[in-house]
């Protein structure tokens, strides 16, 4: 099996989407051990959870700002 992807630097959902299109191509094709595969999906969906998380986060927290600038919350938000 040739089995060598290479995985870019993850910032965004979208090309993680892509990496897991490539493996499944990969291990459709036979090009890669499934037991790798598995794993390298699995670290995908790890990473592209942390990065939505990261961004909802970061909407939440501007919201708030902007409520807080708005007058429409009175109250801090601990984190």
Request: without cysteine; proline residues 3%; positive net charge.
């Amino acid at each position: 099996m040739a089995d060598k992807l290479r995985i870019p630097k993850l910032k965004t959902t979208e090309e993680i989407n892509r990496v897991v299109r490539r493996v499944v191509r990969e291990l459709m094709k036979g090009d890669m051990d499934p037991k790798r595969g598995n794993a390298i999906v699995y670290a995908l969906k790890l990473a592209k959870e942390l990065i939505e998380v990261g961004e909802l986060e970061e909407r939440v927290k501007r919201l708030e700002e902007l409520m807080r600038a708005n007058g429409k919350i009175g109250y801090e938000v601990k984190n």
